[in-house]
Nanobody, 122 residues
Framework: HVQLVESGGGSVQAGGSLRLSCAAS????????MGWFRRAPGKEREGVAA?????????ADAVKARFTISRENSNGILYLYLQMSSLTPEDTATYYC???????????????WGKGTQVTVS
């Protein structure tokens, strides 16, 4: 059973930076495909960034050139990161990490989701 735990959220002023982390454990197959999503107040959840099946990165237009997704595997735990810079109030949202054996990109049909971490930009 895959478990995803996000961390690194918080409050930041506009123009600032944050780095989100997600620790994935419990997967018995090859490293899962993973991505970041967010849900802003009053809005539907949307894809932010993800790794494609071949390791290439995919970004939503709203975050291109400002956010960077990365990952590393350490002691059997897969870590997914989201470095966010030049943050604006429009980036305020709960950010979720997602994982699946399938390369889903920014589609919403991932099988495993974390509980989210709040990012507030003022």
């Amino acid at each position: 059973h895959v478990q995803l735990v996000e961390s690194g959220g918080g409050s930041v002023q506009a123009g600032g930076s944050l780095r989100l982390s997600c620790a994935a454990s419990g997967y018995s197959y090859k490293s899962p495909c993973m991505g970041w999503f967010r849900r802003a107040p009053g809005k539907e959840r949307e894809g932010v960034a993800a790794f494609d099946y071949d390791g290439t990165t995919i970004y939503a237009d709203a975050v291109k050139a400002r956010f960077t997704i990365s990952r590393e595997n350490s002691n059997g735990i897969l870590y997914l990161y989201l470095q966010m810079s030049s943050l604006t109030p429009e980036d305020t949202a709960t950010y979720y990490c997602a994982a699946d054996i399938r390369p889903l990109g920014l589609r919403q049909t991932y099988g495993y989701w974390g509980k989210g971490t709040q990012v507030t930009v003022s």
